[in-house]
């Protein structure tokens, strides 16, 4: 069994690796070597900052699959979560075409979500990460819990649920 602190070590060295591989220059690849983030907190916050720096469509989508999957009590399918993210508070019908493409999930994400294709789950990159969202979800998602909140019930308002 690894130990806990050396898997932390193992992950940031990849989420490291990561940042580096991104860079298109020897500048950049040099100033992204003296602004490595050492610790795990540091490695997500700097990936949250360029999910955010993402067009805004693409960062709103990344920051409510983060939400749903920071809130969700088990892991959510595939299905569930695309169509978790495509709710339209108020909406009295489901819109097909606002349900993202499953690349798009793990895209937008930047390496923070995988999907089990054996599974066909979504899940977050680490359980450290799970812990970063938690501690973090009032400043992340400061209205996190009230918008699933009403997109639960929005989703249970859809026409199609009303005949019974």
């Not at 960062?59 to 749903?68: D, N, P």
């Not at 909406?91 to 054996?118: G, H, K, N």
Request: hydrophobic fraction near 40%; include cysteine; glycine fraction near 4%.
């Amino acid at each position: 069994m690894i130990p806990a602190d050396l898997g932390y070590r193992f992950l940031i060295a990849v989420l490291q690796m990561q940042q580096l591989l991104d860079q298109t220059t020897v500048s950049a690849l040099k100033e992204a070597l003296r602004e490595m983030p050492v610790s795990l907190h540091k490695v997500y916050d700097g990936i949250l900052q360029k999910i955010r720096e993402q067009s805004s469509n693409r960062s709103s989508l990344a920051m409510r699959i983060l939400m749903w999957l920071s809130y969700a009590e088990r892991p959510l399918t595939v299905s569930e979560l695309q169509h978790a993210v495509a709710i339209s508070i108020g909406d009295s019908d489901p819109d097909p075409e606002r349900v993202p493409p499953v690349r798009l999930l793990e895209d937008v994400c930047m390496d923070l979500v995988s999907i089990d294709r054996d599974r066909n789950i979504v899940l977050l990159a680490h359980a450290s990460l799970s812990h970063y969202l938690k501690d973090l979800r009032d400043d992340l998602f400061p209205e996190g819990a009230r918008n699933m909140a009403f997109s639960c019930l929005t989703y249970l308002r859809y026409s199609e649920f009303s005949s019974g």
